[in-house]
């Protein structure tokens, strides 16, 4: 394969991951949330799909988790435990999706 197309793959790849701000990280690091790859490979087709229909910013229910989600940066806002959950009001959502 030609180098420039393997460089255009490359950048396509990446812009296809789903990332995770500092703030995520750092909560799911204190809740003790993990994802498994397969976890994070149904988060990417999640998002590719609430991407195609127009969503923005969407919440995400996953294994007792919820997931604030930046849709058009594919990047994960903030994670939110199930006992942390309760009783929250999540502002500033056009849409969600349950896992």
């Known amino acids: 394969m030609p ?6 793959f490359a950048r396509d790849l990446r812009a296809a991951e789903v990332k995770f701000s500092a703030h995520a990280q750092k909560r799911m690091q204190l809740r003790g949330v993990e994802l498994t790859d ?8 999640t998002i ?3 991407a195609e ?3 923005k910013d969407a919440l995400i229910l996953m294994k007792e988790t919820a997931l604030v989600v930046s849709v058009k940066n594919r990047t994960i806002i903030t994670a939110v435990d199930e006992a942390s959950a309760k009783e929250n009001i999540f502002t500033n959502i056009d849409s969600a999706a349950i896992l």
């Open 38 to 45: 397969s976890d994070r490979d149904k988060l990417t087709v």
């Open 48 to 50: 590719d799909r609430m």
């Open 53 to 55: 229909k127009g969503a």
């Open 3 to 8: 180098e420039g197309k393997t460089s255009e």
